[in-house]
Every structure is written in C-alpha cells, then in structure tokens.
C-alpha cells in the first residue's frame, strides 16, 4: 500500500515523514523546503499489524494546478501514480488557507485522512477547532497530530492504513458552483463556511502579537539589512575564530597533528610495514583526510547555529529583507532559499531554485548559488585564515560578506549580459517565530558531520591516495626524490601558466586547485599531502608551509579563486539537470569561471600594489587579460541592448 503525504508548504510533512520512517529529510521553517519525492517504508512501531506499507513525501503545493516545478511533482504523483492513501497535512495554526487544496483533493476519488497538525501551537493559542464537525463537513476521518513529538501519529496511520484497506472511494465535496468559471472563488467560499462554523479563535486579530513586533524591527525596510549581516557575522565569526576555530585548531595541532599519526606510525612500525607503505597510508590517506576531518568541529559549531536561526524562523524574515534588493538585480526573495541552502551544501541548494516560478530568475538563481560558501569550502576558509590571518579576526566573516557582494555583483552582470525580463513577483509566507529547537539543531549537526567524515573517508581518502602516489612516482612508475620530477607536478604544470597572471607560482597551487573540482575539501587535502611530505613544519601554523607559496595577499586572492569559480563536479551535475540546457550549463561555467578568475587577479594585483606598494607576479599578463574582459563585457553587454551601454561604462 502507498500512502502519500500532501498538503501545503510548510505544514510538517516532511517533520511526520521523519517520524514515521525513521528517516532524517530536510526539514526547514520555511516553504518549499521539499523539492523532490522522497519514498520509504513505515518504521514498526506505526505499522503493528506488519502490512506492506510505503511512504511518500511530496513537495507542498497550495493548489492542485501547478506553478512552479516541484509542485507539478506533487500534481503528478498524486493525478499519475495514485496512492492508496492520501494523508493531507493541514497546518492548524492555518486552516482556513490549507483547506482549499484539502478540497481539491477530495475531488480526486483517493481516499483521504486529515493530519490536523500543528495542534500544539493551536493549542497555547487557545483556540479551538471542532474536529467532529469539521470532519463531518468534508467526508473525512480527520486526527490531530503534533508531528514534532509524534503526538497522535499512531492513531493517523492506523486510520489510514485502514482506510486503504477498505478500499471505499472518497466522497466528494460538493458545493454551489463547483464546475461554474468561477469556481476558485466558490471553493473559498465552501470552506469559508465550514471555518466559520468550525474553528473558534481566541486571539484577536487586530492585536499586534510579539511575531508582529519582531517583524517590525528584523524586517524593517532599512534595519533589516545592518541586521541580517550582523547575526551572519556574529555566527561566522563564533564559528570560524570562535568556538569552532578553537576547537579545530585543537584538533588540527593535536588530534590530527599529533596523537593519530604518531598512533599510526607506530602501530605500522610494529607490523613491520614496509616504509614506503608506511608514507602512503600516515602521509597520504591519514594527512590528507585528517587535514579535512580537523575542521570537522568548526563544520559543527557553524551547523549547528545555522539551523537554530532557520528553526526560529528568521531565515524566512531574510527572504523578505532581501527582496527589495534582489528586485534591483531580477532576482527577487525567493532566491534566498536555494542561497541558504548552498551554505550547507551547492547541491541542494541548486535543486532548490526549481521553487522559483519565473525561469529566468531560477536560471539566474542556479548560477549564483556556487558562490555561496558550502561546507566543503569551510575548510579551505579556515586553513587560510589560520594561517594568513591569524590576527585578523574580520577575515573569516567577511569572505561571507564578499560572497553576497559577488551574488549581487554577479546578478547585475548576469542581467545585463544575456537579455532577459523577470515576471516574477513574490509572496512569502512567514512562519511563526518559535524558540528554536536544540534537539532538532543537534541533529541538523550530527547529520551534517555524517555527510562529511563519509566525504573525507571515502572521496577524499580515494583522491588524496592518488595525490600521494602521483607526487611520489614518475610517469615511470618510479619513486622520485624531486617532487618536481613527479606525475602531479607535469599534471599541474599544464594548468599552472594560467595561474600565474594571478600570482600563483608552483604546479602545487594548480594540482589543488583541480583536485577541488571533484571535491573542495581536496584543496586543503592535497596541500596537506604535497606540502607535508615535503616539509617536517605544520600545515595550519601560522608562516607554515603555505607561506612559502603565498604573501597575505594572494593568500586571500587563492581562497577567492577557489571559492568562487565554477563548484565542484556533483554541484556542476545539478546545475546542469536545473538549468535544462548544455548552453546555459556552459554559459553559467563561464561565467563562474570568468567572475573567479578576474576576481583573484583584481585581488592579487591590486592588493600587491597597494599593501607592497609593488606589483605581483604576471603583472604584464593580468593587465592584458583585464583589458580583454572589459572588452569582451563591453561588446557583449552593448549587444544584448540599449540598457547595457550603462553598464558598460562603468565596467
Ligand atoms: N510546533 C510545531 N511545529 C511543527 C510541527 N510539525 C512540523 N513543525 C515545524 O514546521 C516546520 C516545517 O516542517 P517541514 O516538515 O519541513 O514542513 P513541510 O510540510 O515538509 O514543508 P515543505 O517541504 O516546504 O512543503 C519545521 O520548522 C518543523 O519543525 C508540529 O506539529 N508542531
Ligand atoms: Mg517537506
């Protein structure tokens, strides 16, 4: 038997989904945080009986005829695959929206069972609905759930397990002017009726709530901005430099500096491994892995206070103070989400923008998000900061800051590069403020630690056991004593002249840098490799050494090149599915590619000049390729209209 769980945005779908599965999906305080179908089986405890019973979560819609992509998913699995049972989530706090495509679904023949969820908050509101009359007017078995606390989840399943048992066809609704031209005004007006006769409201509506107030002040027109960027601060910087710096560093310098290898090398000593062996497995897999596994704890700390903020439900508040400036570059509030996302992982975060109706805007969405710091390029933050910036606390934080300048910056170039017009326009829906759950944090936190040791034992161990041999071994097949001899270094070679108008010298820095397309944790992974194996001083110290390779200056401009040109291979696979096109797939890879590029040149050179007071390396080079770009934008901005000429005399 398959049962699909449907109903609005929002409304805890995904949170009964969880709990009925043993699952761990994406939840958020926020819509559209479902995109894709997700299926499994029931967990035991809600199946007593032992009946084959699967599970579908479905992406919230607030009616059957589809806008946007994820809710043609829903309309689609429910009209094309119909389930034995549908479980309509309706969020109590918000009846009166949710029951128009309760309605609607009704009509479809499938048998449906209410979850009336939600019913703690309706309860300390001190309202009251009444579920038997409320029940009797929609032909329908409706139970009361707090999906948080699986309150009342046994008695649901067991309904609906029964109710797909039974087999009977749902009753439709039926009321005046159903089938009329006008019939979304009548169904409003159908279950207007029933709320009236349904639902007692304590509170007074014209009362201005603490939420109301809170909203004055977080979502004010000008407030809103200083105070978004000041809690991002203030979490980047606890995580970064804070707690999690230090706790990384800890881990770096002792854990993973010390207390492994020096555990590995002797137990293999013991063994009687072979030395070469030996450095494989302490100086490839163990330094490759653990100079990634030591920022698990600053991973954890950033999580961590990530999802308190998403769970209160300021997040939302962001959408909307962010509208009003994203309008100015044909991005509106809705690509906030997909953005938020990405700071914990692009790929998700690309998947994301199938919420945004308007296709240009998701396009232009699908682009920008990469540029967001993901988990994986945390890493590569903190080792640059440990070791460049040590005193410096506002580096960290402020690379967040440059990633929003980039989206921005980015949206504007975008807009007027390619000729496209937004139709978008935005509605967000505000969840309640709520004291943010510490459990539902933590396990926000371990899961994301999960993801990321399975990322470092596996992807990363696999590349970094490469790396190792390819700086040890020539083409050959021989060990060489010259790194410089070795396969990597003729590898990075290749790539390295072009990194040298950015003021990157050494096939070293080329090596990691491709070793970060196929996973961005590899940056920090394959230094660690290369440069320990050929050096008895620490990675993360301060003037270890990376400082052999890199002033402050281009130190900062080799973290912007990798943060912000194109993401890895899996997050490129998502823009490419998203974006539906291999011609904007190669547009947006460019256009990464080129914002990362210049980026790091503009740093490096005009950083060397200002703080040395001389030029960089590739001086002559960086200028010629500046003055390509700035034609190449200028022709192609003129091109594509009249409003470009703007543009392209300030480029
Ligand atoms: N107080 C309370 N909060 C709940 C309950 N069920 C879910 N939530 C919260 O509601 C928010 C949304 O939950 P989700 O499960 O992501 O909602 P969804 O319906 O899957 O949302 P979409 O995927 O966007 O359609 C989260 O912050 C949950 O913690 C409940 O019974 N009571
Ligand atoms: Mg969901």
Not at 300 to 312: A, K, N, Q
Not at 472 to 488: F, H, K, R, T
Request: charged share 15%; proline share 5%.
């Amino acid at each position: 038997m398959r049962i699909a769980l449907a109903g609005n945005p929002n409304s805890g779908k995904t949170t009964l989904y969880n709990a009925i599965t043993g699952k761990n999906e994406n939840v958020g305080n926020w819509s559209g945080v479902t995109v894709a179908k997700k299926e499994a089986d029931i967990k035991k405890k809600y199946n007593p009986k032992g009946m084959d019973v699967r599970i579908v979560d479905l992406p919230g819609t607030y009616s059957i005829s589809p806008f946007t992509g994820e809710e043609k998913i829903t309309r689609d699995f429910i009209l094309g695959e119909k389930p034995d049972v549908i479980i309509n989530i309706v969020d109590g706090a918000n009846i009166s929206r949710s029951l128009f495509f309760t309605t609607q679904l009704l009509e479809l023949g499938v048998p449906v069972v209410i979850a009336l969820n939600k019913s703690d908050i309706v309860s300390k509101r001190g309202d009251q609905v009444d579920v038997d009359a409320l029940s009797k007017a929609l032909n329908c078995r409706i139970i009361t759930t707090t999906a948080t606390s699986e309150d009342g989840l046994l008695k649901l399943m067991n309904e609906a397990i029964e109710v797909g048992t039974d087999k009977k066809p749902q009753i439709q609704p039926d009321f005046q002017g159903k089938d009329s031209k006008d019939s979304d005004t009548a169904r409003q007006k159908f279950v207007d009726d029933i709320i009236k006769k349904c639902q007692v409201k304590n509170r007074d509506a014209s009362k201005v709530t603490l939420s109301d107030k809170l909203d004055m002040i977080v979502a004010h027109k000008w407030l809103g901005l200083p105070i978004f960027f000041a809690v991002m601060w203030a979490v980047f910087s606890f995580s970064i430099e804070g707690l999690g710096g230090y706790l990384s560093g800890y881990s770096n310098d002792i854990l993973f500096g010390e207390i492994v290898p020096n555990a590995a090398n002797s137990f293999l000593e013991g063994m009687g491994v072979s030395p070469l062996l030996q450095a494989l497995i302490v100086d490839g897999a163990i330094g490759g892995v653990g100079a990634v596994i030591g920022f698990l704890p600053l991973v954890m700390v950033l999580f961590f206070c990530l999802s308190l903020l998403e769970d209160s439900g300021y997040m939302a508040r962001v959408a909307v103070v962010m509208d009003r400036f994203f309008k100015k570059i044909g991005l509106s509030g809705k690509s906030i989400i997909p953005m938020i996302v990405g700071s914990g992982c692009a790929i998700p975060g690309v998947m994301a923008t199938r919420t945004i109706d308007d296709i240009n805007e998701r396009r232009m969405t699908t682009i920008l998000t990469p540029f967001v710091p993901c988990g994986a390029k945390l890493p590569i933050i903190a080792l640059f900061v440990a070791v460049f910036f040590p005193e410096n606390v506002w580096v960290g934080p402020s690379i967040y800051m440059i990633a929003i300048g980039m989206i921005i910056l980015g949206g504007l170039l975008l807009q007027r590069m390619f000729d496209w017009e937004n139709t978008s326009s935005f509605i967000m829906e505000l969840p309640e403020y709520k004291i943010p759950s510490i459990k539902y944090a933590f396990s926000q936190m371990i899961d994301k630690a999960k993801a990321f040791i399975y990322k470092a034992t596996t992807i990363i161990l696999v590349c970094n056991t490469f790396v190792w041999f390819a700086q040890a071994y020539s083409w050959g097949l021989n060990p060489v004593e010259d790194q410089s001899l070795s396969i990597l270094a003729s590898l990075g070679s290749l790539i390295a002249p072009l990194l040298i108008p950015l003021g990157f010298v050494g096939w070293q820095l080329a090596a990691a840098s491709i070793t970060g397309f196929i996973a961005k944790e590899n940056v920090v992974a394959t230094f660690a490799v290369l440069l320990a194996v050929a050096s008895e001083e620490a990675l993360h110290l301060p003037g270890g050494v990376l400082a052999e390779f890199f002033t402050p200056v281009t130190a900062f401009a080799y973290l912007a090149f990798n943060l912000f040109t194109p993401p890895c291979f899996a997050a490129i696979g998502a823009m490419n599915s998203e974006l539906g096109s291999k011609k904007w797939l190669f547009r947006a890879l460019g256009f990464q590619f080129g914002v990362g590029y210049t980026l790091a040149m503009l740093i490096t050179q005009i950083g060397s000049l200002v703080v040395y007071g001389k030029p960089a390396v590739g001086f002559v080079p960086a200028i010629i390729i500046t003055a390509l770009i700035a034609v190449y934008l200028v022709v192609t901005i003129k091109k594509s209209g009249s409003k470009g000429a703007k543009v392209g005399v300030e480029a």
